[in-house]
């Protein structure tokens, strides 16, 4: 089960093929081949602004299933 890498919620939303929204973080997480490949914030003007280097980092990722 995914789970929100930021709020560790599992109230997670598919919005697009690899993409899933956090309902309690209102973040946008991106997942290729099982692992979270980026994380966007979601601005209140609808923009994004990448979480990437907060959670990604060049640190090892957990893998996850979906
Ligand atoms: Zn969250």
Redesign the pocket.
């Known amino acids: 089960m995914l789970r ?6 599992h ?2 939303g598919r919005v697009g093929t690899n993409q899933f929204y ?6 946008e997480l991106t997942v290729n081949d099982g692992k979270i490949s980026s994380i966007h914030q979601v601005e209140e003007d609808g923009s994004l602004s990448s979480l990437n280097d907060l959670f990604l980092g060049d640190g090892e990722q957990d893998s996850i299933s979906l």
Do not use: A, L, Q, S
Request: glycine share 8%.
């Open positions: 929100c890498p930021n709020c560790n919620t109230d997670i956090c309902w309690g973080c209102f973040i």
